[in-house]
């Protein structure tokens, strides 16, 4: 079975469980739209699954082909969709954007799909289904182009939406206005990493608008701007096959992401820029997903390009993304992976370093409260030729007098921050020094300036496995903490991955926050190190063996 014909018929039961949730009861207003698990009809949906559907009917190898079942939801449809197009021609996103034309560029792009696919099916059966899309497609591509966006990759999500539909509807216009949002370059760096920093979402959304550009124009610099990107993903994936997100400025932040939405973007890509290699990343990711259970998505694509099934899937492939070292100084992040484990490091940021062995991770946060400094935040963050340096200062400081008599009494209505003056306090200067070592790095921390100020190291693991040292054995439970004084710390996950940091050092019990510190994780269990400045340590973090013992 090839992989078309495998997603195909993952995509027949997903229709048939789409139309068990619309709504047939023609005296509803929401006739033909198709209820959400909030209990709810989105109005923007119903283009994503009218997409869906006319694939479906659209394919002989469908079970649902021409079936007048489908025929009928795909006509409640289309109701459902005249009756809720705002009078601009533009679509709702209910939560947060109404009338909104990106939001209804990316329905119609999933439209495009489906019209596409209608365009190849000759059947007059089918025929029902052309005038009332083609309608939808003139009135949308009016409202979408007369109307702006929210972020950098509706841009892109517009333009490609409005060349599509000039090429279907001759509305000159349409192109006109998508070249306009052209001319501002693709945002995208020399690192192949666009604007919105979201390796687990934007990114591929990002990719997914280059190859429609590319199609839409037959500019190859579309193309070439997606390998760019889909090349600096290989330093995103951890050993556990997920997606690193803890550094992204959109949604996706913080989440569990694998690939299965990129598996169709490196199989388009490698296949339109003829480069097999790209090929290979998409069948590993398909094999990974069915590892792991699940298939990924892009069926319309593959039966847009049937040829394009299984390219590149025997070509050569080292696994790039098993061993990278490479620093993202537009991005403010350096990863390193060797293998089993990974580590990632975060200028600005209080959680700045992230460490994962398998599927077990773990960040570490740095708390040194000075003034309304709460936490160690990198200024600086270079390579070196052992591996890499972050490097923060802070200092306290201390309100004077005005030095003429203020406007006001009011205090809230002074304005303190800006034109109140100071004097700088005693500074705290913090070095990391970051050393690669094969089976994971070491950890020099190094503070000048104030002394006694009682500093914190916090290595916060995912719960559910053990914590131990030569002293003590304990099960690491979410929002649970232990301050440990002296030997080596042994963390273990539910699968038996492990991870050791030490030798730890114990000084005090400060473990209070302040306001505006880094939380203490309630779905993390925390190890301690503390000590007073100034602090002069390494430490040792290693992905050991499963076998290991202190």
């Given at each position: ?96 954007n ?60 517009i ?40 390796a687990?979402?934007?990114?591929q ?62 199989l ?47 070509a ?18 350096a ?7 990974s ?8 959680n ?13 946060t ?25 490097t ?113 050092f ?45």
């Amino acid at each position: 079975m090839t992989h078309c014909q495998e997603l195909l018929a993952r995509h027949d039961g997903y229709i048939e469980a789409l139309l068990a949730r619309q709504i047939t009861q023609q005296n509803d207003p929401r006739y033909g739209g198709f209820w959400t698990e909030q209990f709810h009809v989105e109005p923007r949906q119903s283009g994503f699954f009218l997409g869906d559907m006319i694939a479906a009917y659209c394919t002989k190898g469908s079970r649902w082909y021409l079936q007048p079942r489908l025929a009928e939801a795909i006509q409640a449809d289309l109701t459902y969709m005249t009756n809720h197009q705002r009078p601009d021609g533009c679509f709702d996103l209910t939560p947060c954007n109404y009338a909104s034309p990106p939001d209804t560029a990316f329905m119609m792009n999933a439209v495009l799909n489906g019209w596409w696919l209608l365009e190849k099916c000759s059947a007059p059966e089918a025929d029902f289904i052309r005038e009332p899309v083609l309608r939808l497609i003139d009135t949308t591509s009016r409202g979408i182009a007369a109307g702006g966006f929210h972020t950098p990759n509706h841009r892109w999500a517009i333009a490609a939406c409005l060349l599509s539909c000039e090429k279907i509807t001759g509305n000159a216009a349409l192109g006109e206005r998508a070249r306009e949002y052209l001319r501002e370059g693709l945002d995208i760096n020399e690192d192949g990493e666009f604007a919105e920093r979201s390796a687990g979402n934007y990114n591929q959304v990002n990719d997914d608008q280059m190859i429609r550009l590319y199609l839409a124009t037959g500019d190859s610099t579309y193309l070439e701007a997606a390998a760019k990107n889909l090349e600096m993903m290989y330093c995103y994936f951890d050993p556990d096959n997920s997606v690193f997100t803890n550094n992204s400025t959109r949604q996706d932040l913080g989440k569990k992401v694998y690939a299965e939405s990129y598996y169709i973007l490196y199989l388009l890509v490698g296949y339109l820029l003829r480069r097999p290699d790209l090929g290979a990343m998409a069948e590993w990711i398909w094999q990974d997903c069915r590892r792991r259970g699940t298939h990924p998505g892009g069926v319309e694509w593959l039966l847009l390009f049937p040829e394009m099934d299984g390219y590149g899937s025997d070509a050569p492939f080292m696994k790039p993304f098993e061993h990278y070292d490479r620093l993202f100084p537009d991005s403010d992040i350096a990863r390193i992976r060797e293998g089993r484990w990974s580590c990632s490091l975060l200028r600005s940021k209080a959680n700045c370093l992230y460490f994962q062995h398998g599927s077990f991770s773990m960040y570490m946060t740095i708390y040194s409260n000075l003034c309304d400094r709460r936490n160690f935040l990198a200024d600086t963050l270079v390579p070196t030729e052992t591996g890499y340096r972050m490097t923060a200062h802070a200092a306290g400081w201390y309100y004077l007098p005005f030095p003429e008599k203020p406007d006001t009494s009011d205090w809230w209505a002074m304005d303190n921050a800006n034109r109140r003056p100071r004097t700088e306090g005693l500074p705290l200067d913090t070095m990391l020094d970051i050393v690669k070592r094969p089976d994971g790095i070491d950890l020099h921390i190094r503070t000048t300036g104030i002394d006694q100020l009682p500093l914190r190291m916090e290595f916060s693991f995912l719960p559910g496995g053990y914590v131990r040292t030569e002293h003590f054995l304990q099960r690491a439970g979410a929002g649970e903490s232990i301050n440990v004084l002296d030997g080596h710390v042994e963390a273990a996950g539910p699968s038996g991955e492990t991870i050791t940091i030490g030798p730890a050092f114990g000084a005090h019990d400060f473990t209070d926050r302040m306001g505006g510190a880094y939380p203490l994780s309630q779905s993390h269990y925390t190890v301690y190190f503390t000590a007073y400045t100034p602090v002069e340590k390494v430490i040792r973090i290693r992905a050991e063996a499963l076998d290991h013992h202190l």
